[in-house]
């Protein structure tokens, strides 16, 4: 087990939205790539997904859930995830949580290591925008941590999100 100091930086983005930085126009995706809502996805699909994007990362928090714990947030009504493909390959995912409604949370947001640095992680973050702006929300809110790569807090900055509070944590990671 390894112990990592953080700090966890909280973001929101109130309405009235700047649009400047986010446009209600969907993302025209590079060639061979499609997103899509996935549905009640297989726990174990969401799993392999989940520690792919999230590994490097210290990402722990659905690590060792039960299956059923993990069904009942990401089957839950309320929860939309949207996955990125390459061909048939999910290669990043975004979850939302709506069950606060006007409030919407982005959940977890990432791609694979292999698709860093190509420009993706900035359509990812418009993509999932235009899917919670389809919504009408008063508030969208995310949080990101040092441990996150090095420019999740800069560009959740540049789409209008706003540091809201900080908290020192420590993650245990396996």
């Given at each position: 087990m390894s112990r990592h100091p953080t700090t966890v930086t909280y973001l929101?983005?109130?309405k009235p939205?700047?649009?400047s930085a986010h446009?209600?126009?969907?993302v025209a995706?590079?060639?061979g790539l499609s997103w899509r809502r996935v549905d009640n996805m297989p726990l174990d699909d969401y799993r392999r997904l989940y520690d792919e994007v999230g590994r490097e990362?210290?990402?722990?928090?659905?690590?060792?859930?039960t299956d059923r714990h993990l069904a009942g947030l990401i089957h839950h009504p309320e929860t939309r995830i949207f996955v990125l493909y390459?061909?048939?390959?999910?290669?990043?995912?975004?979850?939302?949580?709506?069950?606060?409604?006007?409030?919407?949370?982005?959940v977890f947001i990432g791609l694979v290591r292999i698709e860093l640095g190509l420009g993706l992680?900035?359509?990812l973050v418009h993509a999932a925008l235009h899917e919670i702006l389809k919504n009408n929300p008063k508030r969208v809110i995310i949080q990101t941590c040092t441990l996150d790569h090095p420019r999740a807090l800069p560009l959740?900055?540049?789409f209008g999100f706003r540091p809201y509070d900080r908290k020192k944590v420590v993650i245990v990671d396996d």
């Open positions: 929101a983005m109130e939205f700047d649009d446009t209600s126009e969907a995706w590079p060639d990362w210290h990402w722990v928090n659905r690590r060792h859930l390459r061909s048939l390959k999910a290669i990043g995912f975004v979850e939302l949580n709506l069950r606060f409604f006007p409030e919407i949370e982005i992680g900035k359509k959740y900055q540049r």
